[in-house]
């Protein structure tokens, strides 16, 4: 199956923003972010369920980061503002038909990655 395409991510400065946008080529319950920091596991970041457009968000991006998408054309934006240095990571999209958002393994299709790097 094709892959999810990534766009966005770079350098940014602890305080800014930036949008990671995801396009999928096909129709699926479920769009997610994870994302691995320098020397660590992978681990969850956000996602969406297209049904009921529920939002779902890991305790240390609340308040911080958003998704906003568009099921028809199965694209997704993760919006990341007040960035940290500790949000330093290498982000993928991914897509899943499970109906748990939070597992990596529930997600089959993944997207390249992209480095988002926040430093003064």
């Known amino acids: 199956q094709v892959q999810p395409v990534q766009f966005g991510g770079g350098l940014v400065q602890p305080g800014g923003s930036l949008s990671l946008p995801c396009a999928a080529s096909?129709?699926?319950?479920?769009m997610g972010w994870f994302r691995q920091g320098p020397g660590k596991a992978r681990g969850f970041v956000a996602a969406i369920k297209w049904t009921r457009g529920s939002t779902y968000y890991a305790d240390s991006v609340k308040c911080r980061f958003t998704i906003a998408g568009d099921s028809a054309k199965n694209t997704a934006y993760l919006q990341m503002n007040k960035l940290k240095v500790e949000d330093t990571a290498v982000y993928y999209c991914?897509?899943?038909?499970?109906?748990?958002?939070?597992?990596?393994?529930?997600?089959?299709?993944w997207g390249q990655g992209t480095q988002v790097t926040v430093s003064s």
């Open positions: 096909a129709s699926k319950s479920v």
């Open positions: 991914a897509t899943s038909y499970s109906d748990c958002v939070w597992g990596e393994h529930e997600y089959d299709s």
